[in-house]
């Protein structure tokens, strides 16, 4: 069965530093992958998605992803964190592009002024 | 675009009470989901709709819940007997096929 695990419950970085959020996943197969951001007392944003080809993925506002087969990995990056950044992230797989998403237990973003 | 729309945004139940959720999908999004997510978890997929046609429910625990979308359209979950384990937040989603799904803001459930 596919699976996602977000090793960091929560990460604290200061404003204008880089960040990386790592998500491992477990899939037999060729993954579809996902990022996803959840603002407060919002529902899920779409970040970024991988579709087999390019290992590298540009997102919006800044976000980009790296996936790894040998690592089975998708870790997200930004190179300089925003105040607006601060939210939770969720990590998700789907092995048919898009139906029955199995999201990660997220991972909590805060930002230092 | 308008985006995904959810109803009522709160509610507070005793255990034994019934409860439903609204959802207004994009428009012209054939495909419908429902997550269940637990406070400080990830969404868990309870069931999706193509149209009004179930796809998958076999996460959705049918002695409690249900769910019907019957023109293809708007959906309703509905539970039959809440339980204080189904304190969560219930999100829906819409896509058009298997493109972008793209989220409500969900309802909180409390259930004492």
């Known amino acids: 069965a596919q699976s996602v695990t977000q090793p960091d419950a929560r990460v604290t970085v200061s404003e204008g530093a880089s960040l990386q959020l790592r998500c491992k996943y477990s899939?037999?197969?060729?993954?579809?992958l996902f990022w996803y951001v959840q603002y407060p007392r919002q529902g899920l944003q779409l970040l970024l998605k991988?579709?087999?080809?390019?290992?590298v993925v540009q997102g919006v506002n800044g976000f980009e992803a790296e996936f790894s087969k040998s690592n089975s990995s998708f870790h997200l990056r930004k190179a300089s964190v925003h105040w607006s950044d601060w939210a939770v992230y969720f990590c998700?797989?789907?092995?048919?592009?898009?139906?029955?998403?199995?999201f990660g237990t997220g991972t909590s973003l805060l930002v230092d002024p | 675009e308008a985006g995904v729309t959810q109803s009522p945004r709160y509610a507070v139940l005793q255990e034994g009470q019934a409860v439903s959720f609204w959802c207004d999908p994009i428009?012209?999004?054939?495909?419908l989901y429902w997550y269940q997510q637990p406070r400080d978890q990830g969404p868990q997929l309870l069931v999706y709709?193509?149209?009004?046609?179930?796809?998958?429910n076999s996460q959705l625990p049918s002695d409690r819940f249900s769910a019907v979308r019957p023109k293809g359209t708007n959906s309703t979950l509905k539970i039959q007997s809440a339980k204080q384990g189904d304190t969560a937040t219930y999100l829906c989603?819409?896509?058009?096929?298997?493109?972008?799904?793209?989220f409500g803001p969900g309802t909180r459930l409390l259930v004492l």
């Open positions: 991988y579709y087999p080809g390019d290992p």
């Open positions: 709709f193509r149209d009004e046609a179930v796809i998958d």
């Open positions: 428009s012209g999004h054939d495909t």
């Open positions: 989603a819409s896509s058009r096929d298997k493109d972008t799904q793209y």
């Open positions: 998700a797989v789907s092995h048919n592009m898009g139906y029955k998403l199995t």
């Open positions: 899939y037999f197969g060729t993954p579809y």
